[in-house]
C-alpha cells in the first residue's frame, strides 16, 4: 500500500509542478509520476528534508524539485526542435 501512495503522491506533484509553469510534462500520468520521483530526489539533494512529508516525499523540497526538472527539460525538450 507504501508504494500506491508513493506514486499517486509522486504523479501528484508532477501535475502540480507541470502545471506551475504551464508545461505539459511528456508521457502523460507516467511522465507526471516520474517527474514527481526525480523532483523529489533532486528538490531533497539541493534544499534538504524539510516541510510536511506525506507518502515518503517532502512537500515543499519535492515540489520545488519537480518544477526545476520540468522546467530543465523544457529548455531540453526545445533546443532539441531547433
Same mark, same amino acid.
Given at each position: 500500500?507504501?508504494?500506491?501512495?508513493?506514486?499517486?503522491?509522486?504523479?501528484?506533484?508532477?501535475?502540480?509542478?507541470?502545471?506551475? /509553469?504551464?508545461?505539459?510534462?511528456?508521457?502523460?500520468?507516467?511522465?507526471?509520476?516520474?517527474?514527481?520521483?526525480?523532483?523529489?530526489?533532486?528538490?531533497?539533494? /539541493?534544499?534538504?528534508?524539510?516541510?510536511?512529508?506525506?507518502?515518503?516525499?517532502?512537500?515543499?523540497?519535492? /515540489?520545488?524539485?519537480?518544477?526545476?526538472?520540468?522546467?530543465? /527539460?523544457?529548455?531540453?525538450?526545445?533546443?532539441?526542435?531547433?
Amino acid at each position: 500500500m507504501d508504494f500506491l501512495w508513493s506514486l499517486i503522491v509522486g504523479g501528484v506533484l508532477g501535475a502540480l509542478a507541470g502545471a506551475f /509553469l504551464g508545461k505539459d510534462v511528456p508521457g502523460g500520468i507516467i511522465g507526471n509520476i516520474i517527474a514527481g520521483f526525480v523532483g523529489s530526489w533532486l528538490g531533497v539533494t /539541493l534544499f534538504g528534508a524539510w516541510g510536511p512529508a506525506i507518502g515518503g516525499f517532502y512537500i515543499a523540497p519535492a /515540489l520545488i524539485g519537480a518544477i526545476i526538472l520540468i522546467l530543465i /527539460l523544457s529548455i531540453v525538450m526545445k533546443s532539441m526542435r531547433k
